[in-house]
C-alpha cells in the first residue's frame, strides 16, 4: 500500500500500464494480459477461493478479512483510490479483529492472545482438501497471525450480496515468536504443508542484514487418517482429468483443470464437462466444470446465455462474470442482464450485475443500472450500494442528466449525493444548470418539470 507500481511490458508508454498500490490483480500467461481485479486493502498477503469460486484476502493492520469482488474498491490502509470520484470504499468482510483494546492495532502486539494474537497476517488457505479432515474446516479460512505465533481461523457465512466472515477457533500455536508461516497450501493426500520464515525480526527493520536467512523451515500437518498419494496427472488421459473433477479434494480439481487447458480444446473434453455442468447434483462440481470450460474454451455465448436462466444463483452469477469476462458484451446478453436486474431474487446475481457493469461501455450500462438501482432489499447491503456507484460514476460524467434521473430512482440515497457531487465536479456552466433543477436536501427536481433519461 506504500509502493507505487505501474505495471507494463519493458518500454510500454503509461498509456499502455495499469497503476496499482495496494489490491488484487490477475495476468493470463497466454493473452499477456494483466489486469486489476479489485483495488485497495493493505498488503494483501493472502488469497484463497472457495467451493463457489469467491476469494478472500488476508491483510495487516487494517481489519484483516475481505470477500474480493472484481471491480470493487476496498478500505486503504493509508493513500488514496486512483479514480478521484470514488467517496466511499467497501469496507472489511469481517465481523472482528484479532487485536484487542481501542488504541489501534499496533498497540495490541503482544497482548492480543485472547482476539487472536495481533493485527499482521501472512498467507490465506480455503481448506478444500480430503474427507478426513474434520468437515467444519471446509471453506473456511487459515491465516497465520505474525505477531501471534499461531494459525488463525475465520468462518464466512454468506450475507446478502457477499458473505460476513466470522471468528473460529484458532488451529495451532507455535509457542514461538520467531515462528512467521507465510504461506500454506493442501496437497493430494489432504495434508497441508506450510513455510515458515523462521526470524527475530517480524518486520519493518530497513536494515536487510539484521533478518535471519538461513533457517527457513518446512512443516506438513497431517490427519491421522491421510495416507500419502503419489500421482502424476500430467499421464492421465481427458476422460480421467475429467472424472477429477468430481474429487473431493480441490488439488486434483485445479491440477486437472491447469492440465487440461495445456492440452487445449478438445470437444470430447467439453460434452464430458457439460455433462457434469448439466447433469451432477451438486452446484459446486457443476461450477468446476464451468470454469474449465472457461478454461479450455469450451463455451459459446450461448451456452453462457442460456446459463442465466438456471435455478442455481451461482451458475448465474458465474455465467454473468464469464460473459463479461472480454469487456466485449453483446446486445442480447445485455438484454438478458437488464432483465434479470429487474426480476433476478438472488442479491448475489445483482452484485454480480454490478460488477460486470464496469466491463462495459458507460453508454451501454444504463437500462440494467436503472433496474438495479431501484431494489429496496439492496439499499443497505454491505456490498451493493458502492459498486452501483462505481459502475454509474462515469456515465454521470457522460450524460449528467440521465444519471441523475437513474439515482433519483434509487433506493440507496448515497447514491443520488454522490451522483450530484459527480455533475458538480464537471464544472461547466451545463452542468451547473442541471444541478440547479435539484433539491440538495431530496435530491428531487424542482419547479414544474421531471428530468428523464434521454
Known amino acids: 500500500?506504500?509502493?507505487?507500481?505501474?505495471?507494463?511490458?519493458?518500454?510500454?508508454?503509461?498509456?499502455?500500464?495499469?497503476?496499482?498500490?495496494?489490491?488484487?490483480?490477475?495476468?493470463?500467461?497466454?493473452?499477456?494480459?494483466?489486469?486489476?481485479?479489485?483495488?485497495?486493502?493493505?498488503?494483501?498477503?493472502?488469497?484463497?477461493?472457495?467451493?463457489?469460486g469467491s476469494p478472500f484476502v488476508t491483510v495487516c493492520v487494517i481489519p484483516h478479512m475481505f470477500h474480493v469482488i472484481q471491480g470493487a474498491r476496498y478500505l486503504r490502509q493509508a493513500g488514496n483510490h486512483f479514480n478521484p470520484y470514488t467517496y466511499d470504499d467497501i469496507k472489511e468482510s469481517g465481523d472482528h479483529v484479532h487485536?484487542?483494546?481501542?488504541?489501534?492495532?499496533?498497540?495490541?502486539?503482544?497482548?492480543?492472545?485472547?482476539?487472536?494474537?495481533?493485527?499482521?497476517?501472512?498467507?490465506?488457505?480455503?481448506?478444500?482438501?480430503?474427507?478426513?479432515?474434520?468437515?467444519?474446516?471446509?471453506?473456511?479460512?487459515?491465516?497465520?497471525?505474525?505477531?501471534?505465533?499461531?494459525?488463525?481461523?475465520?468462518?464466512?457465512?454468506r450475507n446478502g450480496s457477499g458473505y460476513?466472515?466470522?471468528?473460529?477457533?484458532?488451529?495451532?500455536?507455535?509457542?514461538?515468536?520467531?515462528?512467521q508461516w507465510l504461506n500454506f497450501r493442501y496437497d493430494q493426500s489432504g495434508s497441508v504443508f506450510a513455510i515458515d520464515w523462521y526470524d527475530k525480526n517480524q518486520c519493518h527493520s530497513p536494515n536487510p542484514d539484521v533478518h535471519q536467512k538461513t533457517m527457513g523451515r518446512i512443516f506438513k500437518i497431517s490427519h491421522e487418517s491421510d495416507k500419502w498419494a503419489k500421482v502424476d496427472l500430467s499421464k492421465a488421459s481427458d476422460k480421467d482429468l475429467v472424472n477429477y473433477h468430481l474429487n473431493k479434494n480441490e488439488w486434483y480439481v485445479r491440477t486437472?483443470?491447469?492440465?487440461?487447458?495445456?492440452?487445449?480444446?478438445n470437444k470430447k473434453v467439453a460434452k464430458m464437462l457439460k455433462d457434469i455442468l448439466a447433469n451432477n447434483p451438486d452446484v459446486t462440481r457443476k461450477l468446476r466444470a464451468l470454469w474449465t470450460l472457461h478454461a479450455t474454451k469450451g463455451l459459446v455465448e450461448q451456452d453462457l446465455l442460456n446459463l442465466l436462466a438456471n435455478n442455481d444463483e451461482y451458475i448465474r452469477s458465474w455465467a454473468i462474470q464469464l460473459l463479461a469476462e472480454d469487456k466485449n458484451l453483446s446486445d442480447a446478453a445485455l438484454?438478458?442482464?437488464?432483465?434479470?436486474?429487474?426480476?433476478?431474487?438472488?442479491a448475489m446475481?445483482?452484485?454480480?450485475?454490478?460488477?460486470?457493469?464496469?466491463?462495459?461501455?458507460?453508454?451501454?450500462?444504463?437500462?440494467?443500472?436503472?433496474?438495479?438501482?431501484?431494489?429496496?432489499?439492496?439499499?443497505?447491503?454491505?456490498?451493493?450500494?458502492?459498486?452501483?456507484?462505481?459502475?454509474?460514476?462515469?456515465?454521470?460524467?457522460?450524460n449528467p442528466t440521465k444519471a441523475l434521473a437513474i439515482a433519483q430512482k434509487a433506493k440507496a440515497p448515497k447514491l443520488m449525493e454522490y451522483t450530484k457531487r459527480r455533475v458538480g465536479a464537471i464544472n461547466t456552466p451545463e452542468s451547473k444548470k442541471i444541478l440547479e433543477g435539484y433539491s440538495q436536501e431530496t435530491g428531487k427536481p424542482t419547479g414544474g418539470h421531471e428530468h428523464h433519461g434521454m
Open 1 to 52: 500500500v506504500f509502493t507505487q507500481s505501474n505495471v507494463g511490458k519493458p518500454g510500454a508508454p503509461d498509456s499502455e500500464r495499469t497503476k496499482i498500490n495496494a489490491g488484487v490483480w490477475r495476468y493470463h500467461p497466454t493473452s499477456k494480459k494483466f489486469e486489476l481485479f479489485a483495488e485497495g486493502t493493505s498488503n494483501p498477503w493472502g488469497i484463497d477461493f472457495n467451493d463457489y
Open 99 to 157: 487485536w484487542i483494546g481501542d488504541r489501534g492495532p499496533h498497540a495490541g502486539n503482544f497482548r492480543s492472545n485472547s482476539a487472536g494474537g495481533g493485527h499482521a497476517h501472512a498467507g490465506a488457505m480455503i481448506y478444500l482438501g480430503n474427507e478426513n479432515w474434520p468437515a467444519e474446516y471446509r471453506n473456511n479460512i487459515f491465516m497465520n497471525n505474525i505477531h501471534g505465533s499461531r494459525v488463525n481461523i475465520d468462518i464466512p457465512k
Open 164 to 179: 460476513k466472515v466470522g471468528h473460529g477457533e484458532d488451529f495451532l500455536l507455535t509457542n514461538d515468536s520467531w515462528s
Open 256 to 265: 486437472a483443470r491447469l492440465i487440461l487447458q495445456e492440452r487445449g480444446p
Open 335 to 346: 438484454k438478458r442482464f437488464a432483465e434479470m436486474a429487474a426480476s433476478d431474487n438472488s
Open 349 to 398: 446475481v445483482r452484485l454480480y450485475l454490478a460488477s460486470a457493469m464496469q466491463r462495459t461501455d458507460a453508454d451501454k450500462r444504463w437500462a440494467v443500472l436503472e433496474a438495479l438501482v431501484q431494489h429496496t432489499e439492496d439499499a443497505t447491503d454491505h456490498n451493493l450500494p458502492l459498486m452501483l456507484w462505481y459502475a454509474l460514476e462515469p456515465c454521470a460524467a457522460l
